[in-house]
């Protein structure tokens, strides 16, 4: 199975700094998020390749993911086994490129990566999200087992002001992840048979408030529907708008996820709170980050 990554945008929201780095190279820790996503990808055994959607005009993201083994053997020369293991690390993953063309949105950047997924279901994994227990698409995978290898989409609650960020599902909740069978129909485990899908809502037009965090297993199907996907909300090719044509000729199922579970990389805002908690919680970093911080009297609020 293939993992589809879209990693093609400009990184508007982070200029200057995307002039000449693409957003998807900007470090969380000691890694890159694209590295993040590409072996959250590849975590289930299922998944024997990640294809990374991108623009003509970012040869950085081709570049990191090619072995450099001068460098690593400079490395070792040098004692510094640790940091070449990383960079063995990054250029030895399966990743294949794929070249979205134009800007003409989510659905059309999947689409052109249809030749790789030929005829098979496939993940797509959105790259602002980090998720450090890499699990949840092994549970979408689990949720499409018991139905019939059916598609699957990760949701989660949000604010009713907030669903017009997103795409909202409607539906019913029909079961529930293996081990939480307790759990409420919002709440991490649950499973719903998906019934409609609306890309960015109002409030008011809302189905639910669950939306579509990006993490998605879908059919050949949804690919094939793209082909002739007619633009959406924003002038641009929604994938939602394809999920949402192929409910009439195929079931979907939704599975909640605690949307605490990834960290966003969207935002600057976004960016820079997930690099504080994440190095606040990583006992390579924890000690240094804080002192640091403590070095000047605390974090506070300015
Ligand atoms: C995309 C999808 C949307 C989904 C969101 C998750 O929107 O179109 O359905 O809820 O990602 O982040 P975007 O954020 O690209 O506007």
Known sequence: MKAIIPAAGLGTRFLPSTKCTPKEMLPVLDKPVIQYVVEEALEPAEVDEAIIVTSPGKPELLSYFQPDRSLERLLRERGKSAYADAVAAAGDMPVDFRYQYEPRGLGHAIRSAADAAAGESFLVLLGDYVVPARDICTKMLEVSRAHAGASVIAVAPCAPEDVSRYGVIAGERVGSLCGSESAADEEPGAVWRVSGLVEKPSAEE????????????????????????????????????????????????????????????????????????MAAADP???????????????????
């Open 206 to 277: 809302a189905p639910s408030n669950l939306y579509i965090v990006g993490r998605y297993l879908l059919s050949p199907l949804v690919m094939d529907l793209l082909a002739d996907q007619e633009p959406g909300k924003g002038g641009e090719v929604q994938l939602t708008d394809a999920m949402a044509r192929s409910l009439e000729r195929e079931a979907m199922y939704a599975v909640v996820i605690d949307p605490l579970e990834g960290f966003d990389t969207g935002t600057p805002s976004g960016w820079m709170a997930t690099n504080a908690l």
């Open 284 to 302: 390579r970093f924890a000690a240094d980050f804080w002192a640091a911080i403590d070095e000047r009297g605390g974090l506070k609020r300015g």
